[in-house]
């Protein structure tokens, strides 16, 4: 397949608007726009709305799509701007975790209609039905962007998995025969990069809860809008596991604030929390046994990332 000349310079400019602004966000020093970097063993401030960039070259690929009459893409961009600027409202004035975690479920509701309540899913086939279109637009979007944003808790981790899944989930699509996801596919990693390098370890950039709710929400609308849920979800399956055991073990959603810290941070070496009504993580479990640094722990993350998207993959190429 050659990939359409207007997919091409979509996915330059793409990137290169979302590396201009992730530059600039890196140079701010705005006292209310830095955060502290918790798991460094010495004390530095980092800005925390680096995920703005994803938004500004979703605005433009937004734009883009109306012009082409992409449809699919039109409702994925509204769908990441509109969930991104609920984390950015929360980032700078902050939202009640009641109304945060469930926000997002509106503007999920977009990607029904644009599909015209029809979507594809490997190994269980056709479902052609608004209302089952639209619960499971709303559960991905909504699911994704909180597991996102509740796996943000280290350098480099939501942005490099984000890029993992949708590669993976994008090629399977491709290879199913739903050639439009490619061209997609592409746009979208290079709208990532810029960010994905500013957040790696260590971090010129934080993502924000602008960032992990506008990522998180792309892979939902993605998997859904794409035909890519059961990839997805198998490549997503960390996410799910971390956001399962912190809402059991917390016993629903809390603010982070009202929780007990699930891990202790001395001199940069991170060890597990064992304090009673202390919730349970991916991290917490990764340093149970032995305390890890930053480091590590993303490594192991990111390994166990690469697992999944490697066992979805396998698994889904087995079938097509």
């Known amino acids: 397949m050659i990939i359409n000349y207007n997919y091409i ?19 701010v020093r705005n ?24 938004l500004v070259s979703m605005v433009f690929i937004t ?3 109306y012009i082409l ?47 015209h309540e029809y979507i594809y899913i490997l190994l269980i086939g056709h479902v052609h039905n608004f209302f089952v279109v639209a619960a499971l637009s709303m559960l991905a979007v909504t699911v994704m962007a909180n597991a996102a944003n509740m796996l943000d ?26 050639s439009y996801a490619l061209p997609v596919t592409i746009v979208l990693l290079l709208t990532i990069l810029p960010l994905a390098a500013y957040n790696w370890y260590p971090a010129k950039v934080f993502n924000g809860n602008v960032g992990s709710y506008a990522l998180g929400a792309m892979m939902g609308a993605f998997m859904v809008l794409y035909n890519a849920g059961t990839q997805g979800v198998i490549a997503a399956l960390p996410y799910i596991i971390n956001g399962f055991l912190i809402v059991i073990t ?19 070496v991170i060890h597990a929390n064992t304090t009673p009504g202390s919730p349970i993580t991916l991290v917490k479990l990764m340093v149970l046994k032995r305390p890890k640094t930053e480091r590590e722990v993303v490594r192991d993350i990111i390994i166990l990332f690469l697992i999944t998207s490697l066992a979805a993959l396998s698994l889904v190429l087995v079938v097509i």
């Open 31 to 54: 006292p209310r726009l830095v955060a502290p970097d918790v798991h460094k063993s010495y004390r530095v401030m980092i800005p925390k709305i680096g995920g703005v960039s994803v």
């Open 250 to 268: 917390a016993r629903g959603f809390k603010p982070k604030e009202a929780l007990k810290r699930p891990v202790i941070v001395n001199d940069g």
């Open 153 to 178: 808790v280290m350098n480099g981790i939501v942005p490099t998995s984000t890029l993992m899944i949708i590669t993976v989930s994008g090629v399977i699509s491709y290879l199913a025969g739903f």
């Open 9 to 27: 310079v979509l996915a330059i400019i793409s990137f290169i608007l979302s590396l201009i602004t992730v530059y600039i966000i890196s140079r």
């Open 63 to 65: 734009i883009y799509a």
């Open 69 to 115: 009459s992409d449809w699919r893409l039109l409702a994925l961009g509204l769908v990441t701007i509109t969930v991104g600027l609920i984390g950015l409202i929360d980032d700078l004035r902050g939202l009640p975790v009641s109304i945060r975690v469930f926000l997002p479920l509106i503007p999920a509701l977009i990607i029904p209609v644009v599909v």
